[in-house]
């Protein structure tokens, strides 16, 4: 089910929080973003195990931060470089919108339909309790899909159009799971920036 018209911006889920701005950076700006992040970020393209098993990750990662502190999701510990200046802009922005300071910034490369992440919360330790987590996606449109852990019935999925913003908040890391599914579709790259804040355990 598509839960956002282009004018509806906010929707309260049971257990989460989820707003919406399709347009929030500009069309010409978001193209340039596209462009340079693109182009600046150097990428890493780490291995992951499941279940025993070592595979490369399907996507490229980069990890921004001011903290100095290094993030760790699944198997993997990544170490932010500093912001870069385009960077610190998207973050100002973002911050005025959602009214919360970030630290961090981690940027996935989507580099075509087979590129994908699996079903995940944003759980980890060093994000602290119920995060606010704030979602940029740029170039291709990819759909974001949601479900519910225990409401079987709360499965819902939004596209991400270049230049949106998309805020997770409430407790949706603890009773939501979330992912970019792969595609068979001709489709070209995507960036995501995933704004966070670290905090000290
Ligand atoms: O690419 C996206 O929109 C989602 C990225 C994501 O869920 C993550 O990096 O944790
Ligand atoms: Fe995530």
Do not use: C
């Not at 098993?53 to 932010?80: N, V």
């Not at 070209?188 to 355990?201: E, V």
């Amino acid at each position: 089910m598509d839960l956002f018209s282009k004018k509806k911006e906010f929707l309260k889920l049971p257990n989460a929080q989820l707003i919406y701005f399709p347009n929030f950076i500009s069309r010409p700006k978001a193209d340039e973003y596209f462009n340079t992040i693109n182009k600046e970020t150097n990428w890493q393209h780490d291995d992951i195990t499941v279940f025993g098993k070592t595979y490369k990750q399907p996507r490229l990662t980069a990890l921004y931060g001011a903290s100095g502190k290094p993030y760790r999701y699944s198997d993997i510990i990544m170490y932010p470089e500093p912001f870069t200046y385009d960077l610190k802009i998207i973050k100002k922005e973002v911050e005025t919108k959602s009214q919360v300071k970030f630290n961090t910034v981690l940027i996935n490369l989507y580099r075509n339909g087979s590129d994908s992440n699996g079903w995940h919360a944003d759980n980890e330790k060093e994000l602290g309790k119920n995060p606010v987590i704030a979602s940029i996606s740029l170039g291709e449109e990819r759909p974001f899909h949601f479900k519910h852990r225990k409401l079987k019935t709360e499965r819902h999925k939004l596209l991400l159009q270049h230049g949106s913003l998309l805020i997770m908040k409430g407790e949706m890391q603890h009773f939501w799971l979330h992912q970019i599914a792969k595609t068979k579709k001709e489709i070209g790259p995507r960036i995501n920036l995933t704004f966070r804040k670290l905090i000290d355990q």
